[in-house]
T-cell receptor
């Protein structure tokens, strides 16, 4: 399978703990995105990388959230001091400039976070 | 804003019927649109896209229609199958910007 992969698929943690998620994009894609989705809602944009550069961050991305893409390939999203309101599905997507007719983003299966 | 919560708009059809799912987008500057299908516990799956210089685009069993005058997008699924049951989202984008803005989803239920 050469699609976007995410690890872990599920994470249960206690409030106050730190968690880290990993995303491996489609190999030739230079753009990588993180989104958050809560039950019954569409995904909400969190942040965007082009290669290793983090070019955009949503105001949803509080100081407790940090994302990296050190070598321009995989990315990690860390949440420090988790809160119950952080419980959601965290989705990663990737795209490649010039492919298709627009900014076609392909999503991974997501990491479902539950904060107790 | 209004919170949809768990109460997604739902479209129930019989297998073999044609389905039409509608979406109103918010930004008149948006010039690129995507329909995604999301099954329970999975990430959104790309279905079809369209640019604002088009008013119709066809794929395999799916057609997307765009009406820029009223900022309306629709997804038509021909000969709907039980495997089409999922939540469908439209997403809009402005060229040069990274963000996809998703609309409220519609749940499609297909009964045999």
């Amino acid at each position: 399978d050469t699609g976007v992969s995410q690890d872990p698929r599920h994470k249960i943690t206690k409030r106050g703990q730190n968690v880290t998620f990993r995303c491996d994009p489609i190999s030739e894609h230079n753009r990588l995105y993180w989104y958050r989705q809560t039950l019954g809602q569409g995904p909400e944009f969190l942040t965007y990388f082009q290669n290793e550069a983090q070019l955009e961050k949503s105001r949803l991305l509080s100081d407790r959230f940090s994302a990296e893409r050190p070598k321009g390939s995989f990315s990690t999203l860390e949440i420090q001091r988790t809160e119950q309101g952080d419980s959601a599905m965290y989705l990663c997507a990737s795209s490649s400039k010039g492919q298709g007719i627009g900014n076609e983003q392909f999503f991974g299966p997501g990491t479902r976070l539950t904060v107790l | 804003g209004e919170s949809v919560g768990l109460h997604l708009p739902t479209l129930s059809v019989q297998e073999g019927d044609n389905s039409i799912i509608n979406c109103a987008y918010s930004n008149s500057a948006s010039d690129y649109f995507i329909w995604y299908k999301q099954e329970s516990g999975k990430g959104p799956q790309f279905i079809i896209d369209i640019r604002s210089n088009m008013d119709k685009r066809q794929g395999q069993r799916v057609t997307v229609l765009l009406n820029k005058t009223v900022k309306h997008l629709s997804l038509q699924i021909a000969a709907t199958q039980p495997g089409d049951s999922a939540v469908y989202f439209c997403a809009e984008n402005i060229s040069g910007y990274s963000t996809l803005t998703f609309g409220k989803g519609t749940m499609l239920l297909v009964s045999p």
